[in-house]
């Protein structure tokens, strides 16, 4: 009898190693049925529609990329405090529930919406600052 | 050994081993369904050559694959390369470990949950699962050394994460509302009725969040109308361009996994999961073998809805282009799921989460950005207004052309 805190992470382990299995034995089917590859200087190449291959891959590349990236970085961490807040914020909204602090001050509802309306005031000027700054632009 | 597998953990692995084996013939039967469908759409036959009506064209397809010629081309970081097909099976079959099949089953005197695992974090493990899944492309188009692969595999992540905060901020609105993680309880909690007759699904509630999370997951899984990562046209197959035999196979495997999985989580969080009205043995009560397998089919014919409705949708809508792309994402879904979220906050502030006025908010919500939308014009849709003049004459195809001459 397992832990029966630990009993569905055991069950997601034993599906990660199944599917990996699957994963590993196709990739290994694969090179054991095809015929035998023969490689040459043409066909070694990469297919870029038939050009000749003119410039290294690995360059810079559109920093607007790099700028997505960022944003996705700030709105996804700030979200990241979003999940328990929402747990705990309906548990202490529906059953009037206190929530103790660090130092064991308890605090309601209202303590919890006064301080995430601060925290979404700021996320909502962040984005609205980007989107004046024309960091959403694309043109 | 018995007392083994009638135990919750040993109903989780034999679940966990039948689920994987009916998912891989599932996805591959998805790819026969698509092109079915594409048949049916574009008024002509789709395979109908191998067996009645091409039902094994799927398996000489795979044969096919199988030996066909495996090449690692000469210039591929190799360990990337083959990694990268191998990630995207593993996390898009993963995800399903936490999606609730078929509610409870009483056996042996005790109730099991027909679900691999039910962990009290389940959504936040689909999230994170479903997030990994850039992996694959980003390294399958890097290691390519192949400039068409490497742009697809851009794309592809600039994509998956713009749309992840808008899907995100769907589901927290969710869990605002049933204020739990665990998919079983989210599905529990959609089991009563108004009225006596409308069943309490979210998507009664919360509509716009639906379809929003609809949207996003077609972003997620990089289907048409959101498939620049892979648009034929300018990038010849995006990142998976130099793969072959098997490996490209394990891509698409990948895609239609993604897919299902996308449907079934849609299916618990706004369609009451395996619950439907008027059949006793959908019912939470309900828990003989032959109501779980009811449930499973329930479950299974909204998956199947949902994924009609995406080939449907390929098949139907044209690609965007790359701004209006991240436009949407950036200055539409963002702003609105924000707005209702606080709308949630809100309500479940005074106690209103499940009433009439979460509807109201949702109607609210979508007139309010038409409106905002509707008054900046041009501004805020960034259409172009100054195009050049369409050249008229009596070969011209545009305005005073052959069109006004007829």
């Known amino acids: 009898m397992l832990l029966a805190s630990i009993e569905p992470y055991a069950a997601i382990g034993v599906t990660i190693l199944v599917v990996m299995v699957v994963a590993a034995g196709q990739l290994i089917v694969a090179q054991v049925f095809g015929p035998k590859v023969r490689h040459g200087p043409v066909k070694d190449r990469p297919y870029e529609s038939g050009m000749p291959v003119v410039v290294d891959t690995h360059r810079r590349f559109n920093v607007r990329f790099f700028l997505v990236a960022m944003l996705f970085l700030l709105f996804d961490v700030e979200l990241i405090f979003v999940w328990p807040w929402a747990r705990v914020f309906h548990h202490a909204a529906t059953t009037g529930a206190t929530i103790p602090l660090e130092d064991g001050t308890p605090v309601g509802k209202g303590f919890l919406a006064v301080g995430m309306g601060i925290f979404f005031a700021l996320l909502l000027f962040g984005l609205l600052y980007e989107w004046k700054r024309g960091a959403l632009e694309w043109d | ?406």
């Open chain 2, 1 to 406: 050994m018995r007392e083994f597998f009638t135990s919750q953990f040993g109903v989780s692995i034999t679940f966990s081993v039948m689920v994987i084996g009916a998912l891989l013939g599932i996805t591959t039967y998805c790819i026969y369904f698509e092109r079915k469908i594409a048949g049916w759409v574009q008024d002509r036959y789709g395979p109908n050559r191998v067996g009645p009506a091409g039902i094994f064209q799927l398996v000489a397809d795979g044969i096919k694959m199988v030996f066909k010629e495996d090449i690692i081309p000469g210039h591929v970081d190799k360990v990337l390369f083959l990694a990268a097909p191998a990630i995207i099976i593993i996390v898009s079959f993963i995800g399903f470990a936490a999606i609730p099949w078929g509610g409870q089953w009483e056996l042996d005197g005790h109730l099991v949950n027909i679900q691999v695992a039910n962990p009290d974090i389940g959504l936040l493990y689909i999230l994170g699962v479903a997030s990994m899944a850039i992996y694959g492309l980003v390294l399958g188009g890097y290691s390519s050394n192949n400039k068409y692969s490497l742009f697809g595999s851009l794309r592809a992540t600039a994509q998956m994460l713009s749309y992840e905060i808008p899907l995100g901020l769907c589901i927290l609105v969710v869990v605002l509302t049933l204020g739990t993680l665990r998919l079983e309880h989210i599905a529990l909690a959609q089991t009563g009725y108004w009225f006596g007759i409308i069943p309490q699904w979210n998507v009664f509630l919360h509509p716009v969040p639906f379809v929003i999370l609809l949207i996003t997951s077609l972003a997620e899984s990089n289907r048409t109308p959101f498939d620049l990562p892979e648009a034929e046209q300018e990038l010849v197959c995006g990142y998976h361009t130099e793969y072959t035999a098997l490996k490209f196979g394990m891509f698409f495997l990948g895609e239609y996994a993604h897919m299902i999985t996308a449907s079934a989580l849609i299916s618990v969080l706004f369609l009451g999961g395996w619950h439907f009205p008027w059949i006793p043995w959908a019912q939470p009560e309900a828990t003989s073998f032959f109501a779980v397998l009811v449930k499973i089919g329930v479950l299974g014919g909204k998956v199947v809805f949902f994924i009609f409705l995406m080939m449907w949708l390929r098949w139907t809508l044209p690609r965007f282009r790359w701004d209006q792309l991240m436009r949407v994402a950036w200055k539409g879904l963002i702003p609105i799921t924000l707005a209702l979220f606080i709308l949630t906050a809100v309500l479940v502030y005074f106690g209103l989460e499940r009433s009439i006025w979460t509807l109201v908010g949702n109607v609210v919500i979508v007139a309010g950005a038409l409106l905002i939308a509707g008054s900046f014009g041009r501004e805020v849709t960034g259409r172009t207004t100054n195009l050049p003049p369409i050249p008229s004459g009596p070969f011209s195809p545009g305005v005073g052309g052959v069109g006004a001459s007829a």
